[in-house]
Every structure is written in C-alpha cells, then in structure tokens.
C-alpha cells in the first residue's frame, strides 16, 4: 500500500488526491474508472526507497517486498512501476511474492539495474519454482535466492484449506533437490513457523542459507502496528487463529478471528485505496457488499464471506498472524497491570542468533 504508506511517513497526500479525483465514483459497484496515475505511483515508490537507503548504515542490505496479487486496476503496469522505481531509487534487492510472477523479471529486463539488484521469490512449491525458472531462463538472469514458504506463515499462503497436509520442512526437500537435479546454485530461504533459534538452525544443518522470520518481529517497538493490536497479539490462544477465504485475492489467509475486518461490512474503498482491483476493475469484495446491499438497502450490514482488505489494512483492523501467534505470549513478561512487555527488534534479533535448545531469552526483569 505504497502510496498510503507515504502519505503516513512523509505527509504527502496521493489518498485524499486520489478519493478527489473518483469521488464521483464512490456509489458505483463499477470501479474500471479508478486508476492509479503511474507517475505518482512511482514518486510514492521512489519516496520511501530512498528514504530507507538514505537511512541505511552499516553492510546490511536494505530489500522490500512485492505482491503480484495487487493488480490496483492495471497489473502489469503498476508492478512494472513498482519494481522499477524502487530499482531507480537504489534498493539493494527485491522479493517477488503473492503470485507466480512468470512475466516479472520480463517486465524490468531493460532497467539499467536488472543485472545488480538482487531478485528473489517466494514459492511454496518445487512445482511453483520450476515454473518460474523456466520462465526466467529467456532473460538469462536466474533469480539471486528463493525463501520457500510453508503453510504456517502469516498472511497469504500458496496453499488451499488443506494446508494442514503440507509441511514446510518436505517442501524445502523438495526444492533443495530440484535445484542440484538442474545444477543450479541458488540460496534456499525456508519461512513459515520458524519460531526459535534451534528451529532455524535445524534449517542451515539442513542446507538453507537463511531463514524468513516474521510473527515474533510484531510484538516489538520497531513493528509499526499500534500497541494495542500488539497486545492482542500476545494474548491470543491457539483457538483465536483461523485460516479464511476473506480475502479478495482469492488466497486463503491467516488472521485473528476476532479482529475488526471480520464480519465488517464497510463500503469499497476503493476510490482512495483500490490496491486489490483486476484488469477490469474488479474485487470480490466489492460483489459481497452490493449482494448485503441489496438485501438490507438501510441500516448497517455485514459481509461475512470476504471483506474490505485495503481499508482494513489501512485501519490496523485485519490482523494477520503467523501459525506460532499463540507461542508469543512466552516470548516476554507480564507486567502487573497485565499487558505484555513489548519487546526489541534487537532482543528478538539475538534470540534467533544466539538461543539453543528451543529456548526463548526472556526480556530482562
Ligand atoms: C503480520 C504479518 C503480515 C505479513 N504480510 C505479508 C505481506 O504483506 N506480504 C508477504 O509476502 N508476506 C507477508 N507475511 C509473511 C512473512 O513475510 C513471512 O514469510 C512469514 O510470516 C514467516 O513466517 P513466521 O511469521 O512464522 O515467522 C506476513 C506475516 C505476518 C506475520
């Protein structure tokens, strides 16, 4: 959510800009007028790359990440604007997730950098990573890594409701096998449930170069959701965790089930936001809102089958989780008031690098 982003961090105002420009629109179930002007889209862009760059110090290098389920009513152009910007603006690499990506390296092979910057992707399979190999060989560029995602991730996952079935430690097997069978040397990223040092080390003793951590990085200062969510975080149980199909994207996604984007029944945003429309200007949240409607022209309703992904995002009221939410509660103390201690990046940071045996490094008394 790029643009929304910005207008957070640097007071621009691309969203009020935008909603001005398709006001008119806001009442019609059609949104193939909404469109993101390309030009601001990639200021927006350029802006908060060079901003984090800018910022950097030390040897770490600075990546960001990009879904190709956000279509925003013009998918191969505004990733092409996405990806490339960033590439102008100097970040040291990118990750493609949320999709196949078959045409992504095609899309930015004339940039200058497509060379030097380092180009990763998520998968969730070594059917889903042959696929895209095969696509990429024609730009003679293979990609720099692949974190292999399993079903215990947070948010999207590239599995059905049977994701049960799957196991992450097969997946990457898997693909670690596919990679020496084609004589190709690419670091494997395992992600998804990697919860304790020990967990990521059993990955590196079994030929990862890195792992992907996410769900412990939220209960912390840095992570930028409001301490309150936060809170909720660490209270949940494991029966406070579902995976749904509320999603327009069509990927099942894992949440906490009380938060406020379930059973909301909010109007489209999408003259503001509008991350999620098709090539036609579609979202299948937007069907489910006209469909409640029509049924109950006054008054408020709820949409219970998906839900308004771009302003729920926008509010901090969809919470996506990791499958491990319910462990963070171990992660720190309790005060007496009895909220839970919010935590460092670093000290989680160091608990991942340095704790053995399934411990957890609890945060000084
Ligand atoms: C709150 C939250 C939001 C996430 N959002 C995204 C996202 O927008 N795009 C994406 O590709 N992955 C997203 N992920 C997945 C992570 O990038 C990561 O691969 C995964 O959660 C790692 O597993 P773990 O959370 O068990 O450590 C998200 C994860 C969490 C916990």
Request: proline share 4%; hydrophobic share 35%.
């Amino acid at each position: 959510m790029v643009q929304t982003v910005t207008d957070r961090r640097f007071k621009t105002s691309f969203v009020k800009d935008k909603l001005k420009k398709y006001k008119f629109n806001i009442d019609n179930a059609d949104k193939s007028a909404v469109q993101f002007d390309l030009g601001e889209l990639a200021e927006a862009q350029a802006m908060l790359v060079s901003h984090a760059m800018e910022a950097k110090q030390g040897e770490g290098k600075v990546f960001i990440n990009c879904m190709e389920k956000l279509g925003m009513g013009n998918p191969a152009q505004t990733l092409k604007v996405r990806l490339e910007a960033a590439m102008s603006a100097g970040i040291d690499g990118i990750t493609l997730s949320a999709g196949l990506h078959l045409g992504s390296f095609g899309l930015i092979e004339e940039h200058p950098r497509f060379r030097d910057v380092k180009l990763g992707i998520i998968v969730s399979s070594a059917r889903a990573l042959k696929l895209f190999l095969k696509k990429v060989k024609r730009t003679r560029r293979m990609p720099d890594y692949v974190v292999v995602e399993g079903p215990l991730a947070g948010g999207h996952l590239g599995f059905g409701l049977d994701w049960a079935k799957y196991d992450l430690r097969s997946i990457v097997a898997d693909v670690v096998e596919m990679l020496a069978r084609e004589e190709l040397d690419i670091p494997v990223i395992p992600a998804g449930g990697i919860f304790t040092g020990s967990d990521a080390t059993a990955y590196l003793e079994r030929g990862a170069a890195a792992v992907q951590v996410a769900t412990r990085f939220v209960v912390t200062d840095e992570c930028g959701m409001p301490a309150d969510v936060k809170q909720e975080y660490f209270k949940a149980d494991e029966k406070d965790i579902e995976v749904n199909e509320l999603s327009p994207t069509g990927y099942p996604m894992r949440m906490l089930k009380h938060c406020p984007a379930v059973g909301a029944g909010i109007r489209p945003g999408c003259e503001q936001y509008g991350y999620l429309l098709d090539k036609d200007g579609h979202c299948s949240y937007i069907d489910a809102y006209y469909r409640e409607r029509e049924r109950h022209p006054k008054g408020k309703i709820s949409v219970k089958d998906k839900t308004c992904l771009c302003t729920h995002m926008r509010n901090f009221d969809c919470w996506t989780c990791g499958h491990f939410t319910y462990r963070l509660k171990d992660t720190t103390r309790q005060d007496a008031d009895g909220r839970y201690r919010m935590l460092s990046a670093e000290h989680v940071f160091k608990d991942y690098q340095f704790s053995k045996d399934n411990k957890i490094l609890l945060p000084d008394e």
